[in-house]
């Protein structure tokens, strides 16, 4: 599984979680546990009595443990004096068991007598804040959740400590007697949230952030939602039935406002109740959501500023809410065939998303508008449009080709043309510093990810039906949507090379170096519409030249719904469709070369054994992929 696991039986049980904790500084005193008799060398002291001595004010030996200590049968615990050692007094016979200052071993001092590593001394310097997580081709990226924005997991078992003299913003955890604050399991579903859920659709406010507005307003229904979510992605037991049911509850509770927050909580659910595919309630609960947030004036200019409190990162919050409402409204009738992208047809004026950064720093930037995105090229104003407004002009593009209107007078051809210079010029003007979804740190850009994912998925909808790929070997792959006929033809054409290219380009995008987990639910149904292509292929032609880039997109696309399954049912679903339709396949060939003497005539003996080798090979490997969970539903 891409996820980190808990083993819990019980939901109130929290023991030995694996959890949470800030980066530990260097410089941080820790206590090891007491060596043997025979290993420990000659008495050691530090220029400070023991916890236990200093205590009841007695001389301590500086032995670890010492003396006292170990006649009394009590832990002997040393950390270092707040005036700090200020070396052997005048006059005093050296004594050898004293540990100096200039020892290399002792622990170096930051900041002189206002260290804040020294137990009980004043917090004056500036807090050093966690490590952020950096992207490194060359490092195993895990696939354990993180909390927001970069806290890394402690994979062990060591129990903690805060030092309670120590300040909130430095976050060292001192290790002592193998104890630490134990995470609950609704705080671990929220860290889960944030490290999986939360880079695919940032629409909500940075953790502390809404934890802190959780303290003053009733937001409990936009946190049991992400809750649930959260949970998807981690073992809690039985504990994941009873936050969906929660979630459900407060979602059209009398006293839940009506207002963006709950907006937020229901585009979450809706993500998470399609991914679990129970795809009539996400319908049923995305036209609920539309009508909401239609009625708050959600898509208007004022709506930020109006509801903002004067916050800049609240007012953006707002306008990402509506956008990745608009984006989740797209995807669904997209890959699904099922509504026409209702928002589609408003004409919302609400300000443009800014970029990740900006908004998890603060520094919110003055928004910028769908009119200066379309005009850019002939007002001549250099601007530069965060990775989220080429998301929204990606799956704006896709309501262009839905609602294309059938007596526009344009013959099937002529419109298919039109929707292609959309999906084209979207391509032509990607800035080159987006165009290969890693941002500025060399990280994965997520919201160029699918923008680029949902350009590729349009323009396989788009040229599918005039392709002349024949459509029915893969009819039985209907797990994000119904089979479309496509009859075949007798050459591949034009638009057969455009499906071909955008399932390439889909497939090559299984291999960034991140969690697979990380990208949103419907990578699997775009990853669908991917196979499908390759499947069709691989049937419709013998022999191809490409034949080993052929089963190397296929075993991508199979491998990552099968990871994907491990948390979404549709993926589980899907990767089994394509995995039977594949080897349905394989054996049609096999039966072809059988059925027919003359099947091989024309081919040398090495093309011969090359390709029947090659069929094996692939077929080996799908067989060992293994089927993906069926615990991940929410209840009926």
Same mark, same amino acid.
């Given at each position: 599984?891409?996820?980190?696991?808990?083993?819990?039986?019980?939901?109130?049980?929290?023991?030995?979680?694996?959890?949470?904790?800030?980066?530990?500084?260097?410089?941080?005193?820790?206590?090891?546990?007491?060596?043997?008799?025979?290993?420990?060398?000659?008495?050691?002291?530090?220029?400070?009595?023991?916890?236990?001595?200093?205590?009841?004010?007695?001389?301590?030996?500086?032995?670890?443990?010492?003396?006292?200590?170990? #006649?009394? @049968?009590?832990?002997? /615990?040393?950390?270092? %004096?707040?005036?700090?050692?200020? =070396?052997?007094?005048? *006059?005093?016979? &050296?004594?050898?068991?004293?540990?100096?200052?200039?020892? #290399?071993? @002792?622990?170096?001092? /930051?900041?002189?007598? %206002?260290?804040?590593?020294?137990? =009980?001394?004043?917090? *004056?310097?500036? &807090?050093?804040?966690?490590?952020?997580?950096?992207?490194?081709?060359?490092?195993?990226?895990?696939?354990?959740?993180?909390?927001?924005?970069?806290?890394?997991?402690?994979?062990?078992?060591?129990?903690?400590?805060?030092?309670?003299?120590?300040?909130?913003?430095?976050?060292?955890?001192?290790?002592?007697?193998?104890?630490?604050?134990?995470?609950?399991?609704?705080?671990?579903?929220?860290?889960?949230?944030?490290?999986?859920?939360?880079?695919?659709?940032?629409?909500?406010?940075?953790?502390?952030?809404?934890?802190?507005?959780?303290?003053?307003?009733?937001?409990?229904?936009?946190?049991?939602?992400?809750?649930?979510?959260?949970?998807?992605?981690?073992?809690?037991?039985?504990?994941?039935?009873?936050?969906?049911?929660?979630?459900?509850?407060?979602?059209?509770?009398?006293?839940?406002?009506?207002?963006?927050?709950?907006?937020?909580?229901?585009?979450?659910?809706?993500?998470?109740?399609?991914?679990?595919?129970?795809?009539?309630?996400?319908?049923?609960?995305?036209?609920?959501?539309?009508?909401?947030?239609?009625?708050?004036?959600?898509?208007?200019?004022?709506?930020?500023?109006?509801?903002?409190?004067?916050?800049?990162?609240?007012?953006?919050?707002?306008?990402?809410?509506?956008?990745?409402?608009?984006?989740?409204?797209?995807?669904?009738?997209?890959?699904?065939?099922?509504?026409?992208?209702?928002?589609?047809?408003?004409?919302?004026?609400?300000?443009?998303?800014?970029?990740?950064?900006?908004?998890?720093?603060?520094?919110?930037?003055?928004?910028?508008?769908?009119?200066?995105?379309?005009?850019?090229?002939?007002?001549?104003?250099?601007?530069?449009?965060?990775?989220?407004?080429?998301?929204?002009?990606?799956?704006?593009?896709?309501?262009?080709?839905?609602?294309?209107?059938?007596?526009?007078?344009?013959?099937?051809?002529?419109?298919?043309?039109?929707?292609?210079?959309?999906?084209?010029?979207?391509?032509?003007?990607?800035?080159?510093?987006?165009?290969?979804?890693?941002?500025?740190?060399?990280?994965?850009?997520?919201?160029?990810?699918?923008?680029?994912?949902?350009?590729?998925?349009?323009?396989?909808?788009?040229?599918?039906?005039?392709?002349?790929?024949?459509?029915?070997?893969?009819?039985?792959?209907?797990?994000?949507?119904?089979?479309?006929?496509?009859?075949?033809?007798?050459?591949?054409?034009?638009?057969?090379?455009?499906?071909?290219?955008?399932?390439?380009?889909?497939?090559?995008?299984?291999?960034?170096?991140?969690?697979?987990?990380?990208?949103?639910?419907?990578?699997?149904?775009?990853?669908?519409?991917?196979?499908?292509?390759?499947?069709?292929?691989?049937?419709?032609?013998?022999?191809?030249?490409?034949?080993?880039?052929?089963?190397?997109?296929?075993?991508?696309?199979?491998?990552?719904?099968?990871?994907?399954?491990?948390?979404?049912?549709?993926?589980?679903?899907?990767?089994?469709?394509?995995?039977?339709?594949?080897?349905?396949?394989?054996?049609?060939?096999?039966?072809?070369?059988?059925?027919?003497?003359?099947?091989?005539?024309?081919?040398?003996?090495?093309?011969?054994?090359?390709?029947?080798?090659?069929?094996?090979?692939?077929?080996?490997?799908?067989?060992?992929?293994?089927?993906?969970?069926?615990?991940?539903?929410?209840?009926?």
């Amino acid at each position: 599984m891409d996820s980190y696991s808990h083993s819990v039986s019980d939901p109130s049980s929290h023991s030995s979680p694996e959890m949470y904790v800030p980066t530990v500084l260097p410089t941080a005193p820790t206590i090891s546990p007491p060596e043997s008799a025979d290993s420990r060398g000659p008495a050691q002291t530090v220029p400070a009595a023991c916890l236990n001595c200093r205590g009841k004010h007695l001389k301590c030996d500086g032995s670890s443990p010492c003396s006292r200590c170990l #006649s009394s @049968s009590v832990e002997c /615990v040393y950390v270092a %004096s707040r005036r700090g050692y200020k =070396g052997p007094r005048k *006059g005093a016979a &050296p004594n050898p068991n004293k540990r100096h200052a200039s020892d #290399s071993d @002792s622990p170096p001092s /930051v900041g002189g007598e %206002s260290c804040p590593m020294l137990l =009980g001394a004043p917090v *004056g310097g500036t &807090p050093i804040p966690p490590a952020l997580p950096t992207f490194n081709p060359a490092r195993p990226v895990p696939d354990m959740p993180m909390t927001a924005f970069g806290t890394p997991l402690v994979t062990n078992n060591l129990q903690l400590y805060r030092n309670p003299y120590l300040s909130a913003g430095n976050g060292v955890m001192v290790p002592v007697n193998n104890q630490m604050p134990q995470k609950s399991i609704p705080e671990q579903c929220i860290d889960a949230f944030y490290f999986y859920f939360y880079p695919g659709h940032p629409a909500v406010l940075p953790k502390a952030d809404i934890m802190k507005i959780a303290k003053e307003r009733n937001v409990e229904h936009l946190l049991a939602a992400m809750r649930w979510v959260g949970s998807l992605y981690i073992e809690i037991g039985p504990a994941r039935a009873t936050f969906f049911e929660e979630t459900m509850r407060l979602l059209y509770a009398p006293e839940t406002p009506q207002d963006g927050f709950l907006v937020q909580a229901m585009v979450i659910a809706i993500v998470g109740l399609d991914g679990c595919r129970q795809n009539e309630k996400a319908r049923d609960l995305l036209s609920d959501v539309e009508r909401i947030a239609i009625g708050l004036g959600l898509y208007t200019r004022p709506f930020a500023a109006s509801n903002g409190c004067g916050n800049p990162r609240l007012e953006e919050s707002w306008r990402r809410t509506w956008w990745d409402l608009f984006v989740v409204d797209g995807m669904i009738a997209g890959v699904h065939r099922q509504t026409n992208f209702l928002l589609y047809t408003f004409q919302a004026d609400v300000g443009l998303p800014c970029e990740e950064h900006e908004y998890l720093s603060g520094k919110i930037p003055r928004p910028m508008y769908l009119e200066d995105f379309d005009d850019q090229l002939f007002t001549g104003e250099d601007r530069e449009f965060s990775s989220f407004a080429y998301r929204v002009a990606s799956i704006r593009n896709l309501g262009r080709m839905m609602h294309m209107p059938p007596s526009s007078g344009f013959s099937p051809e002529e419109i298919v043309d039109k929707v292609e210079s959309y999906l084209s010029n979207w391509r032509l003007h990607v800035p080159k510093s987006k165009r290969d979804c890693l941002n500025k740190d060399g990280q994965l850009d997520e919201m160029m990810f699918q923008a680029y994912m949902i350009n590729n998925a349009c323009t396989i909808m788009l040229h599918q039906p005039l392709s002349q790929l024949d459509s029915s070997p893969a009819r039985e792959v209907t797990a994000c949507a119904p089979h479309r006929d496509v009859a075949s033809g007798d050459n591949f054409n034009l638009h057969t090379r455009h499906i071909i290219t955008a399932a390439c380009a889909i497939s090559k995008m299984v291999t960034y170096n991140v969690p697979i987990m990380t990208h949103t639910h419907f990578f699997t149904c775009v990853l669908t519409l991917s196979s499908i292509v390759h499947l069709s292929k691989w049937a419709a032609v013998f022999l191809l030249e490409d034949e080993e880039d052929l089963r190397e997109q296929i075993r991508l696309n199979i491998g990552a719904l099968n990871k994907l399954s491990s948390v979404w049912r549709a993926a589980a679903v899907a990767g089994s469709q394509v995995k039977g339709v594949a080897q349905e396949i394989y054996r049609s060939r096999r039966a072809q070369e059988s059925a027919n003497p003359h099947f091989w005539d024309g081919y040398t003996q090495e093309e011969i054994m090359s390709s029947m080798v090659a069929d094996n090979n692939i077929m080996s490997e799908i067989s060992l992929l293994p089927s993906g969970p069926d615990g991940v539903l929410p209840p009926s």
